[in-house]
């Protein structure tokens, strides 16, 4: 039954993310590169069909931020078909980046951004930090927003075309190179 499959593919990338936000950085990343190595080569709900290896950029302890959030004038607005609402910014020694609200059913935290790497060395549309809704969330550190760029991942639209994916929108796309995440092989 496929609905189980997914719930158990949700449930296992929750308790990834739990035990990511309880680990030191780096092993916590080591840990989240593994698990998600497993997921995609066995198990049924993988996005990647016949799944080979996962790219990624060196773990690089500078590219882990801390981001101020605040409230922002909120605006809603519809992203690949999906109703979001901006309703903050996260702001922290690179630049800003919008945080967005699924509007739909349960609704989610998201925060898909896009860097000078895109379409060459990343996903050319894009790639996600905060995907509440999927478990995704590197949690808060005395207040602030975690943005470990180190756990940067590809939408599932990016490795097959039977997902539909909320993509970058504009307001996210930094003009610099962030060489951390998940890459392009």
């Not at 698990?35 to 799944?51: E, I, K, M, N, W």
């Not at 927003?145 to 939408?155: G, I, K, R, S």
Request: charged share 30%; aromatic share 16%.
């Amino acid at each position: 039954m496929n609905e189980l499959e997914l719930l158990d593919w949700k449930r296992r990338i929750f308790e990834l993310y739990a035990e990511v936000r309880a680990a030191e950085p780096r092993a916590g990343w080591e840990k989240w590169k593994a698990v998600r190595a497993d997921l995609f080569r066995d198990h049924s709900q993988s996005p990647s069909p016949g799944y080979t290896s996962l790219a990624y950029f060196d773990y690089d302890p500078a590219l882990r931020f801390f981001g101020d959030v605040e409230p922002a004038e909120e605006e809603a607005l519809e992203i690949d078909g999906f109703p979001f609402r901006r309703f903050a910014v996260v702001r922290f020694e690179l630049g800003a980046l919008d945080v967005y609200w699924l509007e739909g059913y349960g609704g989610g935290v998201f925060l898909p951004f896009a860097d000078a790497t895109r379409g060459t060395e990343t996903y050319g549309a894009g790639r996600y930090l905060l995907d509440t809704v999927k478990g995704s969330d590197l949690g808060r550190e005395d207040g602030r927003l975690v943005l470990d760029f180190n756990f940067a991942y590809n939408p599932s639209c990016s490795y097959d075309d039977r997902w539909a994916c909320p993509l970058t929108p504009r307001a996210n796309r930094l003009p610099i190179p962030l060489r951390g995440g998940e890459r392009l092989e």
